[in-house]
């Protein structure tokens, strides 16, 4: 057989091979499309019994479905909707009540019940605000209490401490009385110690160094610096006993500066000297010079009073080693020995 016997041959089979598959699927569309009309309403027409069929047009009433049947339609439809997660299960909670996300239609119940929350939150809130003011209440008056406690221990403490001072000034000064007495008697008083009325100059004796005593005429030493007794610490002056009204002169030349030595001082001046250091004139009934002013040793500045914290005339009469520290009487050192440096003994 020829080459081109076979080919032919080939052709011819593959060419029956398609007209075969055509016809296949031409028999299947005829099979669909019959099943298709058989499911139509017209085809469910033309089957129903020749009974319910009145004429062309016109169709016999049918009986109603049965309630049950209705019935059973409702729950399948029910539980499909369960199924399908459309449907709201009713599990006796407010749950369905409450507003969704998103939601645009009003809500009351899930209002109500949100406004109920807020008033519930602000009573809690307003409670704690409450406990805390009441706490913090408490604390104030506990440490008010406690503030004037101490406030009073310090004032009995303090009236005791002056009670105290009192006793010794009045003790220091019967011993004094009695020691100047005894000395007068056997004539020992000692130098600068004098008493009886003034009757001397109205400026001091200026000594060869420009030193003068602050007190003319007659006085006593009524305490020494350092002495302890019923001051703070110690005694941070020494006390020259004088009728009020005893002319007061400064120690030394100097210039006046402003009385920063405190309430305690009553009047007092504080004269600055030529190498920076200072001295105090406390307890003046009155002074006769201002800040600023330049004064001579010996030169009148004040008169012997009561003013400040004191409980007899007299001068206390301080030395700062530095004008700058003149405001804090435990700054001072020894009056007696700095005078001694200017050619006085008190």
């Given at each position: 057989m020829s080459s081109r016997t076979r080919r032919f041959g080939d052709l011819w089979a593959d060419l029956s091979h398609v007209v075969a598959g055509l016809a296949i699927a031409l028999l299947g569309l005829a099979v669909t499309v019959g099943v298709t009309w058989a499911g139509t309403p017209e085809a469910e027409a033309d089957s129903r019994p020749s009974s319910t069929r009145m004429g062309d047009g016109y169709t016999a009433a049918e009986p109603l479905p049965d309630a049950r049947d209705i019935d059973r339609e409702t729950q399948a439809e029910r539980r499909g909707a369960d199924q399908d997660g459309g449907g709201e299960a009713d599990d006796g909670t407010l749950e369905r009540y409450e507003p969704k996300t998103g939601a645009t239609e009003r809500n009351p119940v899930g209002e109500e019940m949100q406004k109920g929350r807020a008033q519930q939150q602000e009573k809690e809130r307003r409670r704690q605000e409450e406990a805390r003011g009441q706490e913090v209440s408490e604390t104030s008056r506990e440490r008010l209490g406690r503030s004037r406690a101490a406030d009073q221990q310090a004032d009995k403490e303090a009236i005791t401490a002056e009670q105290e001072r009192l006793e010794e000034e009045k003790r220091r000064k019967e011993e004094e009385a009695r020691r100047?007495?005894?000395?007068?008697?056997?004539?020992?008083?000692?130098?600068?110690?004098?008493?009886?009325?003034?009757?001397?100059?109205?400026?001091?004796?200026?000594?060869?160094?420009?030193?003068?005593?602050?007190?003319?005429?007659?006085?006593?030493?009524?305490a020494r610096w350092g002495a302890v007794g019923s001051w703070s610490r110690y005694h941070t002056g020494i006390d020259l006993s004088a009728p009020i009204g005893r002319p007061v002169v400064a120690a030394a030349d100097g210039t006046v500066r402003a009385p920063v030595g405190g309430g305690w001082a009553g009047i007092h001046v504080i004269i600055e000297h030529a190498n920076g250091d200072a001295t105090l004139y406390a307890h003046l009934a009155s002074t006769t010079v201002r800040p600023g002013q330049t004064v001579r040793a010996g030169e009148v500045i004040g008169a012997i009073g009561m003013t400040g914290r004191t409980f007899g005339p007299h001068l206390h009469f301080e030395y700062y080693p530095s004008a700058r520290s003149a405001s804090n009487p435990y700054s001072t050192s020894d009056p007696y020995t700095w005078m001694l440096t200017r050619g006085v003994r008190l």
């Amino acid at each position: 057989m020829s080459s081109r016997t076979r080919r032919f041959g080939d052709l011819w089979a593959d060419l029956s091979h398609v007209v075969a598959g055509l016809a296949i699927a031409l028999l299947g569309l005829a099979v669909t499309v019959g099943v298709t009309w058989a499911g139509t309403p017209e085809a469910e027409a033309d089957s129903r019994p020749s009974s319910t069929r009145m004429g062309d047009g016109y169709t016999a009433a049918e009986p109603l479905p049965d309630a049950r049947d209705i019935d059973r339609e409702t729950q399948a439809e029910r539980r499909g909707a369960d199924q399908d997660g459309g449907g709201e299960a009713d599990d006796g909670t407010l749950e369905r009540y409450e507003p969704k996300t998103g939601a645009t239609e009003r809500n009351p119940v899930g209002e109500e019940m949100q406004k109920g929350r807020a008033q519930q939150q602000e009573k809690e809130r307003r409670r704690q605000e409450e406990a805390r003011g009441q706490e913090v209440s408490e604390t104030s008056r506990e440490r008010l209490g406690r503030s004037r406690a101490a406030d009073q221990q310090a004032d009995k403490e303090a009236i005791t401490a002056e009670q105290e001072r009192l006793e010794e000034e009045k003790r220091r000064k019967e011993e004094e009385a009695r020691r100047l007495a005894e000395e007068r008697r056997n004539g020992t008083l000692r130098d600068g110690e004098y008493e009886g009325p003034y009757t001397g100059p109205v400026s001091g004796e200026v000594s060869g160094s420009g030193g003068a005593r602050p007190v003319t005429g007659r006085y006593t030493i009524a305490a020494r610096w350092g002495a302890v007794g019923s001051w703070s610490r110690y005694h941070t002056g020494i006390d020259l006993s004088a009728p009020i009204g005893r002319p007061v002169v400064a120690a030394a030349d100097g210039t006046v500066r402003a009385p920063v030595g405190g309430g305690w001082a009553g009047i007092h001046v504080i004269i600055e000297h030529a190498n920076g250091d200072a001295t105090l004139y406390a307890h003046l009934a009155s002074t006769t010079v201002r800040p600023g002013q330049t004064v001579r040793a010996g030169e009148v500045i004040g008169a012997i009073g009561m003013t400040g914290r004191t409980f007899g005339p007299h001068l206390h009469f301080e030395y700062y080693p530095s004008a700058r520290s003149a405001s804090n009487p435990y700054s001072t050192s020894d009056p007696y020995t700095w005078m001694l440096t200017r050619g006085v003994r008190l």
